[in-house]
């Protein structure tokens, strides 16, 4: 565990105001099925205006007239907490990468920064582009290469399946216990064969993650959609919905682990 964070922090937002006026909730927000809390709608009203008045970064999320870019509307996530030393405030976090990177001002960081420079994953990638490069290169050539062009497929596909299997390793996944669980571990546990795409991107395991880090302890959660979608009408922008059962169940039912929740059944 790392050592607990002061409010002057970037990523815990203390409210300033007084909380009086709240019933703080009994028990955690079951994270599949929800009514927002009064505490997590306060938290969301901040994030929210603060994503319309930032301008550190520039994302289209479809709601400005004419701006540059194709319109990818975000999940974006608070957790209120509480921290060590009994401050009350919150926790935001956005689903994959936010204007093309992983960290922001405000926001939590990634499980694992697959863009982070001379790591293994940018190494791994070029390989595999050099690989294409030479399939393609013997394709083309039109002659009898069938034989090189499928020894280099099956080059390919394990380099593939060895890099994948090197990124998972990489998301380890704590709960307030302080035990830690591998993506793959946790899969296998819930019997996928794999663990799906995307898997560990998602805004709640990165805000338990890091409150469990910091030894926060967890108090409400709620997840919005911020912006337009192109591809569903399923997704309204201000929309609260639940966390993804396939992605984030079983990561989430390790990471809750011990915490008392909604008395709804994982």
Not at 8 to 34: H, V, W
Not at 128 to 151: G, H, M, R
Request: one cysteine or more.
């Amino acid at each position: 565990m790392t050592q607990p964070i002061s409010t002057t922090d970037t990523i815990f937002s203390p409210f300033k105001e007084s909380l009086g006026a709240y019933c703080f909730p009994e028990k955690f927000t079951f994270p599949f099925d929800y009514e927002p809390h009064p505490l997590s709608l306060l938290a969301v009203e901040k994030l929210q205006s603060h994503l319309a008045d930032q301008e550190e970064w520039d994302h289209n999320f479809g709601l400005k007239v004419d701006q540059e870019g194709a319109v990818i509307g975000k999940m974006f996530g608070v957790l209120v907490v509480r921290t060590e030393n009994d401050e009350i405030g919150y926790l935001s976090a956005f689903s994959g990468k936010l204007a093309g990177g992983n960290h922001h001002t405000k926001f939590v960081p990634p499980i694992f920064d697959g863009m982070a420079d001379g790591g293994f994953l940018n190494t791994g990638m070029e390989k595999l582009s050099i690989i294409n490069q030479q399939i393609k290169v013997l394709e083309d050539k039109n002659s009898d290469v069938q034989k090189e062009v499928d020894a280099l497929k099956t080059i390919r596909k394990a380099h593939s399946v060895s890099l994948q299997k090197e990124i998972f390793d990489q998301y380890n996944f704590l709960n307030q216990g302080g035990d830690k669980k591998s993506l793959c571990e946790i899969f296998e546990d819930a019997s996928y064969k794999n663990p799906p795409a995307g898997a560990g991107e998602c805004a709640a395991p990165k805000l338990l993650q890091y409150a469990f880090q910091q030894n926060m302890q967890p108090i409400a959660m709620a997840e919005f959609w911020w912006g337009l979608s192109p591809k569903s009408d399923f997704w309204k922008h201000g929309h609260f919905y639940p966390a993804c059962r396939e992605k984030c169940g079983p990561i989430l039912r390790h990471m809750l682990a011990g915490i008392e929740m909604d008395e709804k059944p994982f």
